[in-house]
């Protein structure tokens, strides 16, 4: 049985699995378009490793960002493990995290024994904002955790592309919030917000669905503002959310777009 490597994307965590020494790593970050797909190929794997497992497995775990779906999928991944451990094999957990917030969780949910690391906080730094603002113009260059802002009261364009899982989303949009509030005080003619995201967690939507009030308050104190929202054609769950909350919970014009994935 060959050792099995999956590389790093940015939606998909490294998955390095030993099989001679029994270490199991998987590391990163998990917001895949499709969980279940991408994990498959660890479940087949484990299915067969089972069969001949090393003396010892140690599973180490350390994630940066995972999302509920992924949660769900890692769920029954563990249930495999604790099966695997009921039936007489050696087998320890090491979860790397900033806080032991998962430790009672998990005790009460599995048998295997765990270890919690705490991991070195910053052990990369997330890249300083660049970011220029004036009255009239705030723009705030993309991170791997933060999206793009443009927004430009000369040329009339207003735009938000990317990713949005940053570690405190009211910090960040805070500045969004600021610009737009001084902004329709005097606005242009016509305001359009573009939104392209890649992907946004549940902090970033609560903060976004704070924006789109701002834009339909706007919008129902007789401003001419309309939203084009881009979403990939594999996002199901994004065009459902449009769908049931936006289009239902203002009365500006929301705009929908689909587009081709990269």
């Known amino acids: 049985m060959e050792n099995l490597h999956i590389t790093e994307t940015f939606r998909t965590p490294e998955v390095d699995f030993d099989v001679e020494t029994g270490n199991f790593l998987i590391s990163g970050r998990s917001i895949p378009e499709n969980p279940k797909e991408f994990y498959k190929s660890i479940f087949d794997y484990l299915a067969e490793y089972f069969r001949h497992p090393a003396h ?13 779906a992924s949660a769900r999928v890692l769920y029954e991944l563990l249930k495999r493990f604790d099966v695997f451990y009921s039936h007489g094999n050696h087998f320890l957990l090491r979860w790397v995290m900033e806080e032991e917030s998962f430790l009672d969780l998990f005790e009460s949910v599995y048998h295997f024994p765990i270890e919690m690391i705490k991991s070195e ?67 242009n003619d016509e305001t359009n917000l573009s939104i392209h995201f890649e992907y946004f967690n549940s902090s970033s939507s609560k903060c976004l669905t704070e924006l789109l009030k701002k834009f339909n ?5 007789g401003k001419k503002v309309s939203v084009t929202y881009f979403i990939n054609k594999n996002d199901e769950d994004i065009r459902k959310d449009i769908q049931e909350f936006c289009l239902v919970s203002f009365k500006m014009p929301i705009h929908i777009i689909e587009i081709d994935e990269d």
């Open 217 to 221: 308050k706007a919008f129902l104190n």
């Open 56 to 68: 010892k497995t140690i599973l180490t775990i350390r994630f940066d960002y995972f999302n509920s």
């Open 121 to 187: 906080e910053n052990d990369e730094q997330e890249p300083e904002l660049i970011k220029f603002s004036t009255e009239d113009k705030l723009i705030i260059h993309p991170s791997f955790k933060t999206p793009s802002v443009h927004l430009n009261r000369e040329t009339g364009i207003f735009e938000i592309n990317g990713y949005s899982i940053p570690e405190n989303p009211k910090e960040f949009y805070n500045p969004i919030f600021e610009f737009f509030e001084n902004y329709f005080r005097n606005p």
